[in-house]
């Protein structure tokens, strides 16, 4: 069985006060067998490893190598020195303002592993691309360039994050976010055997304590990545509570 996961991103968002939103989100995380992740900005890692124990801390990215004259970049290896357990890559925001291209998310990930972290590979397409019938050849290539040949259920995770979707409060159908899991998952099967059946899965875009539930109740999504909701505990509690629930 794969464990359930709703992994919280902070974004660009956050300070030492706004940890406390940890203490109101533990009694949730502690009440059911879903892993629950925050991933806030790198300089609140420590802090927040620190802070909670029953919410896994990750971080938002990590450079492909692990070490060197990189200013302003931080390896996967400090990341999981500081405590975090987890990394995100290859997020619409980093593909789109940094311009990562689907090998540098691969090497990235790579670098991932390497350090030991479980990595939350991000993949999803434009309104464009979804309205020209492309959403499946989109996702599908991001897989296939994006995921190191070392993958395996142990380190990574797979989120679908339509980018039309993120932070706009437009959600797919339960059918649309049904067909792009169900081919994610006969994919990553095709690629990785028993390990690819294993990957989680998650939903990203406009996930929201009122959307959550039957979100969660279609096949082959294992949890949630969320945006904005993750940052206040209440939001957050009820996404982790249906998530239990489902």
């Not at 009440?31 to 900005?41: F, K, R, S």
């Not at 300089?43 to 802070?51: Q, S, V």
């Not at 020209?132 to 897989?143: E, I, N």
């Amino acid at each position: 069985m794969r464990r359930k996961m709703a992994a919280g991103n902070w974004k660009m968002n956050g300070s030492r006060k706004a940890l406390s939103e940890l203490d109101a989100m533990a009694p949730h995380a502690a009440a059911g067998a879903a892993e629950v992740l925050i991933c806030p900005p790198a300089p609140l890692i420590a802090l927040a490893a620190a802070h909670s124990t029953e919410i896994a801390i990750g971080a938002q990215d990590c450079h492909n190598k692990p070490s060197g004259a990189h200013t302003g970049d931080t390896s996967a290896a400090i990341l999981a020195d500081a405590g975090a357990t987890h990394v995100i890559t290859g997020h619409s925001e980093r593909r789109t303002d940094h311009g990562e291209r689907d090998a540098d998310v691969a090497a990235k990930t790579a670098a991932a592993f390497e350090a030991g972290l479980v990595a939350i590979v991000c993949v999803g397409e434009t309104l464009a691309e979804r309205d020209a019938g492309k959403t499946l050849d989109v996702v599908g290539t991001q897989l296939a360039g994006s995921l190191p040949d070392r993958a395996s259920a142990a380190s990574l995770v797979v989120a679908y994050e339509p980018v039309w979707a993120i932070g706009t409060g437009k959600v797919p159908t339960l059918e649309q976010i049904a067909e792009v899991h169900d081919f994610m998952r006969a994919a990553l099967e095709t690629r990785f055997g028993s390990d690819g059946a294993g990957v989680r899965l998650l939903y990203g875009g406009s996930v929201k304590p009122g959307n959550a539930a039957e979100i969660f109740a279609v096949p082959n999504v294992d949890g949630a990545l969320v945006g904005g909701a993750s940052l206040k505990a209440d939001d957050f509690g009820a996404i982790i509570d249906a998530l239990n629930a489902a």
